[in-house]
Structure formats: structure tokens, C-alpha cells
């Protein structure tokens, strides 16, 4: 019986004693670790302080000017572009004008695009009712012309026929060939 | 019995140390490694994007020429003085007369359309001519294919009163003073 009661003893005192020196080392790897990672924790944001002193480095100086630099062509060219794009040719209304006068018709003004796009509005004396006839006739074929009116037809006091027309053209008239 | 004190004061210690300071240092810790990943990615990025500019802008100067055209075609700032004199040169070339020359309005394309984050400025000049047909003729096309840029809005043409319409007179008729007026429309910033 005395025996038994020694070697619980013995086991205690042994397990006690393990339990001691790990909880020794444990304390002493907490507190290791504690400044560990403080240290670490320092480091590193040292590391963040200075990638992003270098960011601004490169945002602040060369990248700044490039950037607005790039950024005012691309504007100037956007905005030519766009210009361009939208660009009507109305020197091309004159000559079409000039095809589309009947030889016996004489256009005495002609405004072209200034109410409106594509729009041409012009006066005119023709020899006779029926060449006026002729002159809308070349008009209704032209496949460039959309839509005329003829408008204020009245015998002119000079002799021939005056006359008002409004043609609406198509708009690739006015594009740039 | 000392030794099971120190256990237990161990163990109080290490749980009070570990929940109050070891955990949140490393949680500290933790959220510093990301943020610097972030730093990184941020600066690589801005490095890439950085050269990509420099590449750009090395390949812009290519096309110096190109570009110089575009600040000729919409100058930085709008002179009412030099477009007219510009214009009467041209006339004068063309052997036509101007007989006025006025700004119709100025609107502001920022103002009118501000979606489209154009600073551009618009301006309409009337201009009155006389001269001939033909001259006329060359003069818009002039105007048309100019390196300042010009877009014609309108164009009105006003036959002389005495000119009669027949057709063996066509030669003589274009030598005939004919009126015109042309609605332009140049940009500036």
C-alpha cells in the first residue's frame, strides 16, 4: 500500500514539473512574440510609409505634367475629330445647283443650308410655265433632292415666269467626297 | 506547491497576455502586411500606367506635325481681328471684295452641352462679298480645305439685277458682280 501512495506521488510531482517548464517556455514565447510582432508591426508600416512616399514621388512630379499634357492632345483631337465628323461641304450645293438648272431657267439667289441643314432655298425666273414645268420635273428626278415645295409662281413683269423653290437635299450632298 | 502557483499564475497570465496584447499585435500586425500588399499593388500599378504615359508620349512625338495642325485648325484663343484679316486676305486673293464682315454671337459649347465636357467655343461670322461667280467658287473651297478650321453654315448668292439668264452670255456672266454672304462658324478654346 505505502508503495502505490509513492508512485502517484512520483507521477504528480512529474507531471507538475512538465507542466511548470512548459508553462515557462509558453510565457516566454508569448512575450517573445509580443515584441516580435511589434517589431514586425513597425517595420512594416515603415515599408508602407515609404512605398507611398514613392507613389507620390511619381504621381506628384513627371506624371502630373505627362498626364495633363496627354490629356490636352487627346481633347484638341477628340474635339477636331468631332468637328470634322460633323463637317458639311456646302460648296458641294453649287454645282448641284448648277446641274440641276434648266437651260432656259435663271436662278437669281440661291441660300443654301442657313435656316436650315440641307436646305436650299431659291429664286427664279423661267421662259415659260412650261419650262418651269421641265425645271420641277429635273427636280423630282434627282434622287439627291428629298422633297421641293415651288412656291409665289407669278408672271413676271419682264416677261418669263417667277418662282420661288425650297429644296431639301439628302445630307450626303454635303459630306466630303 | 510553489511550482503548481506558478503554473496556475502562468496560465492566468498567458491568457490575459494572449487575449489583451499577443492577439491584437498580431492582428495589427496582420492588417499592416495588407495594407503594404495594397502600397505595393498601388505602386506597380501607377509604375505601369507611368510608363505606359511616357510610352504614349513617345509615340505622340511621331506625329508632332499632326498635332500642330489641330492647335492651328482650333487655336487656344479666339481673335476676332486675325479671322478677319485672314478672311480679307483670302477675298483679296480671290479677287473678291468684302463688303462686311460682323460676329453674329458667341456660345459657349461647355455651357450648351456640358455632357460632353467640351470647352470649345463657338463663334459665327457674316461675311459679305461681292465679286465674281467663279472667284466665289474658289474662295469657299479656300475656306472649306483651310488649316484653320471653318465650317460653313449657310451660303447666300444674289445674281446682279441686270443680269439676264441666256445662255451664249455664260462667259460674260460670270464676270458679272454677284453678292454673297457666307455664315462661318469657327471654334476656339
Excluded at chain 2, 149 to 171: C, D, Q, R
Aim: net charge neutral; hydrophobic share 35%.
Amino acid at each position: 500500500m505505502a508503495i502505490e501512495i509513492e508512485t502517484k506521488k512520483r507521477s504528480t510531482s512529474l507531471f507538475i514539473e512538465i507542466l511548470f517548464y512548459l508553462s515557462i517556455i509558453l510565457l516566454i514565447g508569448v512575450i517573445f512574440s509580443f515584441f516580435m510582432f511589434n517589431y514586425l508591426e513597425k517595420n512594416t508600416e515603415e515599408e508602407v510609409k515609404n512605398t507611398e512616399e514613392e507613389i507620390k514621388k511619381i504621381t506628384n512630379t513627371e506624371m502630373e505634367r505627362l498626364e495633363s499634357k496627354l490629356n490636352f492632345v487627346k481633347k484638341r483631337t477628340d474635339n477636331f475629330k468631332k468637328i470634322l465628323d460633323a463637317k458639311r461641304i456646302v460648296s458641294e450645293a453649287i454645282p448641284f445647283l448648277e446641274k440641276i438648272c434648266h437651260p432656259q431657267v435663271y436662278f437669281s439667289s440661291a441660300t443654301i443650308g442657313e435656316s436650315e441643314e440641307n436646305k436650299i432655298e431659291v429664286l427664279g425666273k423661267a421662259n415659260s410655265y412650261k419650262v418651269l414645268e421641265q425645271q420641277l420635273m429635273v427636280l423630282r428626278k434627282e434622287n439627291k433632292v428629298q422633297q421641293f415645295n415651288s412656291e409665289k409662281i407669278s408672271k413676271s413683269k419682264e416677261g418669263g415666269v417667277a418662282f420661288e423653290l425650297t429644296i431639301f437635299t439628302n445630307s450626303d450632298l454635303f459630306s466630303e467626297k | 506547491m510553489n511550482k503548481f502557483l506558478t503554473i496556475i499564475v502562468s496560465i492566468i497570465f498567458l491568457s490575459f497576455f494572449g487575449y489583451f496584447s499577443l492577439y491584437p499585435a498580431y492582428i495589427d500586425w496582420q492588417e499592416d502586411v495588407e495594407k503594404l500588399e495594397k502600397v505595393r499593388t498601388k505602386k506597380e500599378t501607377r509604375s505601369q500606367y507611368f510608363a505606359e504615359l511616357k510610352k504614349i508620349d513617345e509615340k505622340l512625338d511621331n506625329y508632332k506635325e499632326g498635332i500642330n495642325k489641330t492647335e492651328t485648325a482650333i487655336p487656344a484663343s479666339f481673335s476676332a481681328p486675325k479671322i478677319y484679316n485672314y478672311l480679307q486676305q483670302e477675298a483679296a486673293q480671290n479677287e473678291l471684295l468684302v463688303q462686311e464682315i460682323s460676329l453674329k454671337k458667341i456660345k459657349e459649347k461647355e455651357k450648351e452641352s456640358e455632357k460632353n465636357s467640351s470647352d470649345m467655343k463657338e463663334n459665327i461670322i457674316n461675311v459679305n462679298l461681292a465679286g465674281s461667280y467663279s472667284n466665289f467658287k474658289k474662295f469657299i473651297k479656300e475656306l472649306e480645305n483651310s488649316v484653320r478650321l471653318f465650317s460653313i453654315e449657310g451660303v447666300s448668292i444674289e445674281a446682279p439685277k441686270e443680269l439676264k439668264k441666256e445662255k451664249e452670255e455664260e462667259t460674260s456672266d460670270k464676270e458679272q458682280i454677284f453678292a454673297f454672304s457666307i455664315q462661318l462658324k469657327v471654334y476656339s478654346y
